[in-house]
């Protein structure tokens, strides 16, 4: 069975400063990855993918995720978060091949200080 | 290109009521799902249609809860009665196939039960 574990529920930064929320997978079978992020009172909007093919994924509004399959980690980044990134994050696994079934974690609430 | 439509976005009702939500798909996209997320959770599917048949309904609590997709287009989840534990946000979310990896969320209703 597929499981996420996000690290963290809660993530706090100064604005400018590194974001990072992390993101460890359990799969059996090689896995697709996902992270949605999700504004207060709206539906989830996907931020990046991993299918297989390059490691370092690059996403919308400047994130960025890479695979590390030695880790089994998906750690999200941001070199300097901006006040506008303050929202929930959630990461998701699927399996090759049966893309549709996506089990996400418990999600990281990121709150970004001036 | 429109987005996916729920109604209503808000609604609370005591508990035994029934309750309805409603979803339109993104044109043309073949495949819908309906997820629950309960406060603190992320979204855990509760059925998925590929046009207007049920591929998986493995999670749906049916003594209570139902969904239909009649036409393959837009869809209702219905709860009767409801309890106190179904109070969550119903996100929607649509791809244009089961093979497609990128899912498309609606804003979601949230369902307060007293």
């Known amino acids: 069975a597929q499981s996420v574990t996000q690290l963290g529920s809660h993530v706090s930064v100064s604005e400018g400063a590194l974001v990072l929320l992390r993101c460890n997978y359990s799969s059996s079978v090689p896995p697709y990855l996902f992270w949605y992020v999700q504004y207060p009172n709206q539906g989830l909007q996907l931020l990046l993918k991993?299918?297989?093919?390059?490691?370092l994924v690059k996403g919308i509004n400047g994130f960025e995720a890479e695979f590390k399959k030695s880790e089994t980690s998906f750690h999200l980044t941001k070199p300097s978060a901006h006040m506008s990134d303050a929202a929930e994050y959630f990461c998701a696994v699927s399996e090759a091949g049966n893309t549709d079934k996506l089990i996400f974690g418990t999600g990281t609430r990121l709150q970004v200080f001036p | 290109e429109a987005g996916v439509a729920q109604s209503p976005r808000y609604k609370i009702i005591e508990k035994r009521q029934s309750v309805a939500f409603w979803c339109n798909p993104i044109?043309?996209?073949?495949?819908l799902y309906w997820y629950q997320q309960i406060l603190g959770q992320g979204p855990k599917l509760l059925i998925q249609f590929q046009n207007n048949g049920v591929v998986d309904d493995s999670q749906l609590p049916k003594d209570r809860f139902s969904a239909e997709r009649l036409k393959g287009v837009d869809s209702t989840l219905k709860i009767q009665p409801a309890k106190l534990e179904d109070s969550a946000v119903y996100l929607c979310?649509?791809?244009?196939?089961?093979?497609?990896?990128?899912?498309?969320f609606g804003p979601g209703t949230r369902l307060l039960v007293l």
């Open positions: 991993y299918t297989s093919a390059a490691t």
């Open positions: 979310a649509s791809s244009l196939e089961r093979t497609e990896e990128t899912q498309y």
């Open positions: 044109s043309g996209h073949a495949t």
